[in-house]
């Protein structure tokens, strides 16, 4: 599975953004999705998942701010991220757990800043 993640942008404290990850091939059969982020000088940290069932996990900063779901009929995963808060500053990846294999995309720059 070959991932490719869009959609960052430099945004205003307050502001919204929506993320895609587009899959290279069907995500019926993955078994999780997710989105991580990774600050300068941090280790990458997990943001939200989505199972093949529809069952959502977000970290606890996220919470009531992002929203991860899919469309399986365009092979894509998002996050719809609001509320942005300069510590939301990083760069996110999309990845994919398949059959014990763990797949990542190319991140994509977050920047929240006045």
């Known amino acids: 599975v070959q991932l490719q993640a869009s959609g960052g942008g430099l945004v205003q404290p307050g502001g919204s953004l929506r993320l895609s990850c587009a899959a290279s091939s069907s995500m019926f059969n993955i078994n999780w999705m997710g989105w991580y982020r990774q600050s300068s000088g941090k280790e990458r940290e997990l943001v939200a998942l989505i199972s093949n069932l529809g069952s959502t996990t977000y970290a606890d900063s996220m919470k009531g701010r992002f929203t991860i779901s899919t469309d399986n009929a365009k092979n894509t995963l998002y996050l719809q991220m609001n509320k942005l808060k300069p510590e939301d500053t990083a760069v996110y990846f999309c990845?994919?757990?398949?059959?014990?294999?763990?797949?990542w995309g190319k991140g994509t720059q977050v920047t929240v800043s006045s």
């Open positions: 990845n994919a757990y398949l059959n014990g294999a763990n797949y």
